[in-house]
């Protein structure tokens, strides 16, 4: 590996041009790593790369949704659990069972368990590509937030269908009762592991003499920990880093300082950064390893295969995003529901859209052993791997390169919030201004008449503009203007949990202005 070592840093370099090529572009950056990976392992010379399975679901995977679990917004999961619920376990399973069904009926060879396995590899859409994709475009908030809780969970789904599929291939026979035990073990031991993981780590932060240093170092480490404790209980990894990872988002502003989480902002956000280069343009680096694997099958019969196999899956995520409507609909004059009101169309439309597939459909692949346990050869191994490789390049060309196009013709609108980003955020400062004059009030009269640097403060908050300035800090009595940021972010979760229709994302903008506020006042 050592020899190698001016190629990968070469390679690191690449992906940050790619991707700034990508921005001016306004396309998704996934797309364009996906393809340069491809060309660069056709060029002679270059080192043949193999990804192996263990390298993405243990090194790159538990980070990746570590951090967007802490990206997500716990209220709007919450609040569109019933949809994000639906997609991320029901539309899997009929996902990978409309999969089986259609390689069982059309590809020679395969029999329904295989059918199932393949099912459940390709079966996940990829956080990351939708993500990168709707950064350049604008979805309400409801679309959004109804694909990244889907992106959080339906990862642990498609894997524990796999597994079971795997097992039913190896032993020829499929015991429904276990294969239920089991699946209720994976997704409760998995939660419960994540969350009593995410508990002790929680209380490590609070209660040990770390500095915003050794906060950061726990951080990093966490995922991991969640992630091999779930898989070593014989649940689902996936799901304990998640569970945690939401634990500890929803938690974050009780056990890490304001310099712990401005610190831990800057840090996660490089690392998920670089991790997600690196795996797209590796999906591409891969390609010759799994063409030579596809031997005597042929490159012309897999790219039918792999075709097909993505028709049959943008059809069926179409068709699941309507159904969910109109479930909806029905179930609206029984149970109470997030929104009551008609989608219309174009939403579910976009939402059934957004399936591209990505880096954990190749990591299941890729697991799949070369041989089953009595020493035969595991059949299908390599047009699997194949029509995987199909599947993910297909939908983040064809999706990933249409989605930005068809999103700006529909033109979607929030229902919501009739104000933009930028005025919900400037009517929340106004908000927070006017808590801390009346703050000020009701707590510091006196003081408020005797120092003019609080009449300063007080002045600066009626007109609506920035806070103090470090000049005028370094005069001010500084426990008084902490304990004024303490009531603003006291204040802003309140509201954050008692309007729903407020974004969080403003919420967390504000907050952390809150936080860099309170670090200036260490340098004071």
């Given at each position: ?8 840093l070469c390679?690191?370099?690449?992906i ?7 921005n ?30 263990e ?11 570590y951090?967007?679990a802490w990206?997500?917004?716990?209220k709007e999961l919450w ?9 991320a ?5 009929f996902?990978?069972?409309?999969v089986?069904?259609?390689?069982n ?21 990829d ?8 950064k ?6 409801t679309?959004?937030?109804?694909l ?13 269908i796999?597994r079971f599929a795997?097992?039913?291939v190896?032993?020829?026979?499929f ?12 997704v ?15 209380k490590?932060?609070k209660f ?14 966490t ?7 779930g ?6 990894g996936v ?5 945690g990872?939401?634990?500890l988002?929803n ?10 989480r401005l610190r831990?902002v800057?840090?996660?956000e490089?690392l998920s950064?670089m ?12 390609l010759?390893?799994?063409i ?7 490159v012309?019969?897999?790219i ?5 196999i993505?028709?049959v899956?943008v ?13 909806t609909?029905?179930a609206?004059?029984?149970?109470t529901?997030?929104?009551p ?14 399936g ?43 999706q990933?390169l ?6 700006k ?9 009739n104000?933009?980003e930028e005025e ?9 201004n006017q ?15 005797e120092?003019p ?19 005028e ?30 974004s969080e ?7 952390l ?6 670090e ?5």
């Open positions: 590996m050592i020899d190698h070592f001016p190629f990968y390679l690191v370099v690449t940050l041009l790619l991707i700034m090529l990508a001016r572009l306004k396309i998704a950056y996934p797309v364009l790593l996906v393809i340069a990976g491809l060309l660069i392992s056709f060029v002679p010379g270059i080192p043949q790369l193999h990804i192996e399975s390298l993405i679901f243990a090194i790159f995977l538990p980070p990746l949704l951090d967007a990206q997500i917004s716990w609040r569109w659990r019933r949809v994000i619920s639906g997609f376990f029901p539309i899997v399973f996902t990978a069972l409309a089986a069904l259609a390689a009926r059309f590809i020679p060879g395969f029999s329904l368990a295989l059918g199932f396995l393949l099912g459940g590899i390709v079966s996940p859409p956080a990351v590509s939708a993500g990168a994709i709707l350049f475009v604008k979805v309400p908030k679309v959004s937030s109804i990244e809780g889907e992106s959080l969970l339906n990862d642990a789904s498609s894997l524990i796999f795997l097992i039913a190896g032993t020829g026979q015991v429904w009762h276990e294969a239920a035990l089991s699946f209720v073990w994976m409760l031991g998995g939660i419960g592991s994540g969350l009593a993981a995410g508990w002790i780590i929680m490590m932060h040990l003499p770390t500095d915003a240093n050794m906060d950061i170092v726990l951080t990093l480490v995922p991991y920990v969640m992630y091999i404790l898989e070593e209980i014989g649940s689902s799901l304990a880093v998640v569970a990872g939401l634990l988002s938690r974050r502003l009780r056990f890490l300082t304001s310099t712990s831990n800057n840090v996660w490089s950064f991790l997600n280069g690196l795996v797209f343009i590796l999906i591409g680096l891969d010759p390893q799994i030579s694997e596809l031997g005597d099958t042929g012309t019969v897999g039918r295969y792999g075709l097909l993505t028709l899956l059809i069926t995520r179409l068709l699941s995003a309507y159904g969910a409507v109109v479930f609909l029905i609206r004059n029984f149970i529901v997030a929104d009101r008609n989608p219309g169309a174009r939403a579910p439309f976009v939402i059934g859209w957004v591209m597939r990505g880096v954990v459909s190749l990591a299941a692949a890729l697991s799949i052993p070369t041989h089953l346990t009595d020493g035969t050869v595991f059949p299908q191994r390599n047009l699997i791997l194949f029509i995987t490789f199909v599947v993910i390049l297909t939908t983040l060309l064809v990933g249409t989605l930005p196009l068809i999103i013709r529909l033109n979607l609108t929030d229902r919501d919030n104000l933009s919900m955020y400037m009517a929340l400062r106004k908000q927070l808590v801390a004059i009346d703050y000020l009030h009701s707590n510091y009269q006196k003081e408020l008449k120092q640097a609080l009449q300063q403060m007080e002045q600066k908050w009626q007109l609506g503009t920035a806070e103090p300035d470090e000049a800090l370094a005069n001010q009595p500084k426990s008084i203007y902490q304990q004024i940021l303490n009531q603003q972010r006291k204040w802003l979760i309140q509201k954050n949990h008692e309007k729903n229709t407020l994302d403003v919420v967390r903008r504000h907050l202005y809150l936080d860099l506020e309170e200036k006042l260490n340098f004071l």
